[in-house]
T-cell receptor, first 114, second 117 residues
């Protein structure tokens, strides 16, 4: 079945450092890809998405490009802030019967220090 | 414009008791999904419902777990005779009706943290 693999955390960075969180996927079709962020004690918030190959999703300085040739959707940010500390989940939508069932990676915890 | 509302936020039960988790989708959303998050893990799909119908329950344990989404009122995830291994965060998500659901992102609630003593 479809699956998502993320780099293991925690990732610890200093403020203003460059961030990359790797995500690769396996899927039989052409799923949409998502990054969700989870702050402590809260639910998941959609950070960005891409629905087809070569699409770039972006939001709040974060970017990810849907790479079909490498089956990847790596998350990047040029300059992280302490407030970016959270757990980041990569997900794909497994399309079945006209609805999308999200398949999540295990999550990557990011800690940003001043 | 309220988001997905889940209650309670925290629920403590003793082994053998029943747990009932509630989810009210966003206004205008009639697709509801339940996910379970075990400690230090990602979310795992449990069940997908539309009003009065269970569409996909392939992620639900075969015993003790059930879900419903009645015509009126919230969606309910029920766990009977809870065991320690049921301790987890349970998240509900919703998406719009009939708008190419495959392209619509799911909006998540803040979850119910279930602890079994």
């Amino acid at each position: 079945g479809d699956s998502v693999t993320q780099m293991e955390g925690p990732v610890t960075l200093s403020e203003e450092a460059f961030l990359t969180i790797n995500c690769t996927y396996t899927a039989t079709g052409y799923p949409s890809l998502f990054w969700y962020v989870q702050y402590p004690g809260e639910g998941l918030q959609l950070l960005l998405k891409a629905t087809k190959a070569d699409d770039k999703g972006s939001n709040k300085g974060f970017e990810a490009t849907y790479r079909k040739e490498t089956t990847s959707f790596h998350l990047e940010k040029g300059s992280v802030q302490v407030s970016d500390s959270a757990v980041y989940f990569c997900a794909l939508s497994e399309i079945s019967g006209g609805y999308n069932k999200l398949i999540f990676g295990a999550g990557t915890r990011l800690a940003v220090h001043p | 414009n309220a988001g997905v509302m889940q209650n309670p936020r925290h629920l403590v039960r003793r082994r053998g008791q029943e747990a009932r988790l509630r989810c009210s989708p966003m206004k205008g959303h009639s697709h509801v999904y339940w996910y379970r998050q075990l400690p230090e893990e990602g979310l795992k799909f449990m069940v997908y419902l539309q009003k009065e119908n269970i569409i996909d329950e392939s992620g639900m344990p075969k015993e003790r777990f059930s879900a419903e989404f009645p015509k009126e009122g919230p969606s309910i995830l029920r766990i009977q005779q809870v065991v320690r291994g049921d301790s987890a965060a349970y998240f509900c998500a919703s998406s719009p009706r009939g708008q190419g659901a495959t392209q619509q992102p799911q909006h998540f609630g803040d979850g119910t943290r279930l602890s079994i003593l």
